[in-house]
């Protein structure tokens, strides 16, 4: 399954933007999906995770309260909306994908397979 991020821009302290994660080549609703984030410099970030039917999700304590994940089985795509955002949540931001024989959300990088491109986030102070 191929993954292609979008949503991300430039944005000023305190405010807010949707990402976008689409599927093509599968059927994203076979797969837990999460998102990561790395910095310049810095290493690649858990952010969030939704199991297949989006039952279930998960975030890091840094985002927790002020991103929230869902999905669209529908539509194939899966969303992190990010609010009260802060100049430390600047980014490339990555969806990635857990193969379709794995149920259960995951924070590690090393769980997911299939990784998009990812969508650069700049927010400013």
């Known amino acids: 399954v191929q993954l292609q991020a979008s949503g991300g821009g430039l944005v000023q302290a305190g405010g807010s933007l949707r990402l976008s994660c689409a599927a093509s080549g599968g059927t994203l609703s076979s797969h837990v999906i999460g998102w990561f984030r790395q910095a310049p410099g810095k290493a690649r970030e858990f952010v969030s995770t939704?199991?297949?039917?989006?039952?279930?999700?998960d975030y890091a304590d840094s985002v927790k309260g002020r991103f929230t994940i869902s999905r669209d089985n529908a539509k194939n795509t899966v969303y992190v909306e990010m609010n009260s955002l802060k100049p430390e949540d600047t980014a490339r931001y990555y969806c990635?994908?857990?193969?379709?024989?794995?149920?259960?959300?995951?924070?590690?990088?090393?769980?997911?397979?299939?990784w998009g491109q990812g969508t650069l986030v700049t927010v400013s102070s």
């Open positions: 939704i199991t297949r039917n989006g039952g279930a999700t």
């Open positions: 990635a994908a857990r193969s379709n024989n794995h149920t259960a959300p995951a924070a590690s990088a090393a769980s997911y397979v299939y």
